[in-house]
Each structure stands twice: as C-alpha cells, then as structure tokens.
C-alpha cells in the first residue's frame, strides 16, 4: 500500500505513477493527519511511504503520524522522498523510526520535482515545471521495478553536509521558520474558504469571511499556492512570485 502526504501535489503525483506502476493502492493520508486519526492499518504489500522533503527530512506532521500509527501485515517499507535538490541525510532517521516500530527498512529514494517552497524560494512556470517532472519519469519507473522486485535500495553516499543538514539545520529550521506569522491575504480574497479546508492541521479559520492563522502551521504551502485568487501573500518574499501546484495529474 502506498501512502502520500501531499501539499500541493507534487507528491501525490509520484505516488499514484508508483502505484499505477506497481498496480497497488494509493491512500492519501490528508484526513488521517488533519483528524488525528492513528488507528492501525494493514497491508499485504509492502508498504510505501511518499512524502515531500521539509528540510531534508519528511515533515514532522507525518513522521508524527507514522510514530504513533500501527502498520500491520507486510513489514517492508520503502520511503519515496520529492524534494527540489536533495534530501541530504533523511533516511537514517527513517531507518530508526523503523526499527522502533519493528519495520524492515527498505531504503529511501529520492525524486526530483518543482520547487513549491515559495516562503523561501521560487516556483517554477508550468512550461519548467513540466520539463522537471517529464525528467522524473524515469527515476518513478526505476522505483516502481524496485518496489515491484522487492529489492533493498542501496544508500547513495552520505556527505558530512548531508548529515548537518538532516541534523542540526532540520532541527534550527522549524522554530526558526516554521510558523504562519507572515501570512496575511490581500483585498483580491473572495472568502471561499479553500485555504481553510486544505489546510491538513486545521490552522487556519475564518474571521468574518478572512483566513486568519494559529500556531499549527506546518509550511506545507498548500493555502497560498491553492488560494484560486493568488490573495494569500507570506511577508513580502512571496509578491509577484508564481504560484505552484503540480500541473500533472494521474
């Protein structure tokens, strides 16, 4: 079983091509996380774990979700990581969270996809993005002949840097940035209330017909890149920025 979180779609993608590939179930884990759902699952097939990379390591909210949720049935696990550069040291930290949970660690793989970050860095136009994914493809399918095999997906090189990154700069990066202090809406809000419902931790309400924030925000960057009218800004770096959500579907 393939399971997927997902801000704004780049993950969901690699996922459900994984999952056509290999002809196994797809299961989008937004509600699980948003409702704090962690009753067990059970799968015959190995299980696959697609996650966008947060700072070199999967985001909290779902390393949250796989520490107190029971995986029963098949203990191989294999974890697919979307990232624009690199995911630096991340998997030794998964290889430890399945051994705390008695889950044999299959490996973790990375894939190359459009920058969707917009709080620190810029997205791509579609025409770019487009390009970055059909590169991808061929790595999917190369994981998908992994995970169909059954085989054990070999560490690529660790640098020193790797480890920094995964380690200390991971563990800076959420107090430092993580949170929704810099978000704000512009007059173009239409009170639709999208950023409200997409939101996995429910951070966000509105306030007579305008989003505002609480303290839960994890930067999945799925309010201001699914926003229909590009009116959610985050301080001034994400002005004039394009917004990004994956232009591929399966």
């Known amino acids: 079983m393939i399971l997927y979180f997902s801000g704004t779609g780049n993950t969901e993608y690699t996922a459900k091509r994984i999952g056509k590939e290999i002809q196994d179930e797809t299961l989008d884990l937004f509600e699980k996380i948003r409702n704090r759902d962690f009753s067990d699952m059970t799968s015959d097939s190995p299980w696959v774990i697609a996650a966008p990379t947060y700072s070199w390591r999967i985001p909290r909210v779902l390393q949250e979700w796989l520490s107190k949720t029971r995986l029963n049935g098949n203990k191989n696990i294999y974890f697919v990581m979307t990232c624009a550069g690199s995911i630096g040291n991340a998997g030794a930290w998964l290889k430890n969270l399945c051994f705390s949970k008695g889950l044999n ?7 190359i996809m459009p920058e969707n970050y917009i709080a620190l860095f810029h997205s791509p136009t579609q025409e770019e993005a487009l390009k970055i ?3 991808s493809e061929k790595k999917i399918d190369e994981i998908s002949l992994i995970i169909k095999n059954k085989e054990i997906y070999a560490t690529p090189p660790i640098t020193f840097k790797d480890k920094v990154n995964s380690g200390i700069v991971n563990d800076l990066f959420y107090p430092l940035f993580v949170h929704a202090r810099k978000f704000h809406t512009t007059d173009a809000c239409i ?3 999208k950023c409200a419902k997409v939101c996995p931790l429910k951070n966000i309400h509105l306030e007579k017909g305008k989003p505002v924030w609480s303290n839960h925000c ?6 201001i890149n699914r926003c229909p009218a590009e009116a959610i800004e985050y301080g ?8 990004y959500t994956c232009p591929k579907r399966i």
């Open 105 to 111: 660690y299959m490996g973790c793989i990375s894939v």
């Open 133 to 135: 994914i059909d590169q």
């Open 191 to 193: 009170s639709c209330g």
């Open 218 to 223: 994890t930067h999945c960057m799925a309010c």
């Open 236 to 243: 001034k770096h994400s002005k004039g920025l394009v917004r």
